[in-house]
């Protein structure tokens, strides 16, 4: 969740409690950047596969008069640098770990990553003296290669037993089965409106963003229609690595009151 002490006349004045960071990590080849494309677009590209170093994306929405914001890390599989993945999970509110069903080495590399997000978040808590709950869905991705899986549903019920904050799906994206579904599962988790999930929101263009600003200044006490809308925000630029670790360090050692917290709008 990054935030900022102030704000210039062209943000949305978002309040810190509707800003949430998704990332997702996992091996090389499992389908992260699938899954983000169907939740950003809809779609799944076929075409030659592309390693991803890192990509950022940034989601607006207007869900029954209030406006939120989602930022979501598409992280290397390749992990280059392992500071840099130290810091996404330190920034991260909610975490997507995706390994393939046709692939052990993937499943045990997401058993490592789940235990890294605890021991890391873990190190944040002592910290800043918070209850810290860490929202995770752990995806056996290409479930249409049912004829080639090598991970057994007893080992992954053994991974997420007994976590009441973190949950387990089997999914596809090129078919897109169940992927809704894990996305209303981790916002719920996460105490954010189902409405993000793709298939319950209205999708509308960069074009419409006045409309969010009208939504987010109206007035509280006027009832709202209970419309949700999703935009896609268009050349989105991650937050640099100091305000990163200046977000780290402000929280570490109290930072400012939360009341007058916003989000990031770049």
Not at 92 to 100: A, E, K, N, R
């Amino acid at each position: 969740m990054i935030k900022k002490m102030s704000h210039s006349e062209n943000d949305f004045d978002i309040p810190a409690k509707n800003c949430c960071r998704m990332v997702i990590l996992g091996s090389t080849k499992v389908g992260k950047t699938a899954i983000v494309s169907r939740f950003l677009n809809g779609r799944f590209d076929e075409d030659q596969y592309t390693p991803t170093i890192e990509d950022f994306h940034r989601k607006l929405y207007s869900i029954k008069g209030d406006v939120y914001q989602l930022d979501i890390l598409d992280t290397s599989g390749n992990h280059p640098f392992p500071a840099m993945r130290r810091l996404s999970i330190l920034t991260g509110d909610v975490f997507i770990l995706v390994f393939s069903l046709d692939n052990r080495d993937s499943f045990q590399e997401v058993q490592r990553l789940k235990q890294q997000i605890i021991e890391t978040k873990s190190c944040l808590k002592n910290k800043t003296k918070e209850n810290i709950d860490v929202p995770l869905v752990i995806c056996g991705n290409k479930g249409d290669r049912e004829f080639y899986r090598e991970v057994q549903k007893e080992e992954i019920e053994q991974l997420v037993a007994g976590d009441e904050q973190c949950a387990y799906f089997e999914i596809s994206a090129k078919r897109n089965t169940n992927v809704d579904q894990m996305f209303q599962t981790l916002f719920t988790m996460a105490k954010l409106p189902n409405e993000m999930s793709p298939d319950l929101h209205r999708k509308v263009s960069v074009q419409y963003c006045d409309m969010l600003r009208s939504k987010s200044l109206k007035n509280k006490n006027k009832k709202d229609n209970g419309d949700a809308y999703g935009i896609v925000a268009p050349f989105a630029r991650r937050p640099s690595v100091h305000s990163d670790l200046m977000y780290i360090k402000e929280k570490a050692i109290g930072g400012q009151g939360k009341d007058k917290e916003r989000c990031t709008i770049s």
